[in-house]
């Protein structure tokens, strides 16, 4: 018998494993955040006294941990095993409910958001990233200009809309509020405050060279005037013999040194010494390289002619 009851709650065990699992797959839609071992007060939603609570389709009974009191239910010393969802009953009938997360906040101390802005301009987004290992669930939201929350995108990052004037002096920072679930029931929170400013990364510059002689032009995205966002330039160039890469001065012609086969270009707001854009990728500049390049193609035209002539005979 006592064998039996034993197996039974074995099972059982399994079995409550098997449901906690399913606790979050995503952020519940109501939920506190508790820290370990603190007391909290769940409210049901109704004037109604006379309600009774759920948790895991178990109804509560009071105990020295648990309080009920009306429409309200204390826990004491939150446990690991007690986050979850609580839901409360009047006449067998659903009422409300309450999630209860466990908040690791205090606990988290190596995580930063990091976040970026190609332009000043509102038109385009902030992109953001947050991450911490054993949490599975994040989001971002804009508090200063009260935005809703965002859920990273197909790339993982956050991509925030903002309200900053581009043209006025920014008088308050941005305040990006970050959100995380973790499957077993865990949360945390972190704030971040920016000036939209500090976080300029401008896109890769755009670069064309003829004969040697190089033109740069802002990234399609970067503000304008240019006169008014003016761009310091860093140009590297590689060897033509050892494929050494180096930093590369161009000449008054704005022509890059001979002896050079590829260069890239990265940018910076000059007036705020921004952060530095990607590296554009190389570009070809040797003229013999793409004489070669031409050299082939018309080689190929050659040989089609040739073949077609054949097919023609
Ligand atoms: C909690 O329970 C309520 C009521 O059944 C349900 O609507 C809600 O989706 C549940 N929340 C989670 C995160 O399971
Ligand atoms: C921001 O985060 C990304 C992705 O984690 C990382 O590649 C990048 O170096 C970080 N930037 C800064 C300035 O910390
Ligand atoms: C900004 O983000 C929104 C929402 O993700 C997106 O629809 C929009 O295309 C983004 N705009 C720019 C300029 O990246
Ligand atoms: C901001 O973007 C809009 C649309 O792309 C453009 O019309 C406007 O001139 C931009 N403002 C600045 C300061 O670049």
Known sequence: MSRMSSALSAICIVFLGIMRVSAVDTFP??????????????????????????????????????????????LKRIEEEQAGNYTCWRNNEIVDYTYVLLDMTSHITDLTINCTAETFNCTFNISCNMNQPAFNYFRLRNKRDNSNWVMPSEDGAFHLTHSTNPYAEEAKQLEVIGEAVSSSDRYFKISHNFYLRDIIKPACPEVSV????????????????????????????????????????????????????????????????????????????????????????????????????KRDS
């Open 29 to 74: 839609k109501k939920f506190v955040a508790v820290q370990m071992n603190s007391d909290v007060t769940l409210h049901c939603d109704t004037t109604d006294q006379d309600v009774t609570w759920q948790y895991d389709s178990d109804e509560l009974e009071a105990s020295e941990d648990i309080r009920l009191e009306g429409n309200k239910l204390i």
């Open 210 to 309: 003829n004969k040697r002689k190089v033109n740069l032009a802002p990234p399609p995205t970067w503000a304008k005037p240019t006169s008014y966002y003016p761009l310091d330039h860093e140009i590297q160039c590689k060897n033509l013999d050892d494929g050494k890469e180096k930093p590369c001065d161009l000449d008054h012609d704005n022509k890059v040194p001979k002896g050079t086969s590829e260069l890239r270009v990265r940018c910076r707001d000059s007036l705020l010494l921004s952060q530095w854009s990607d590296w554009t990728p190389w570009h070809n500049v040797h003229k013999n390289r793409r004489n070669n390049r031409k050299e082939g193609k018309r080689m190929g035209r050659k040989e089609t002619a040739k073949n077609g002539k």
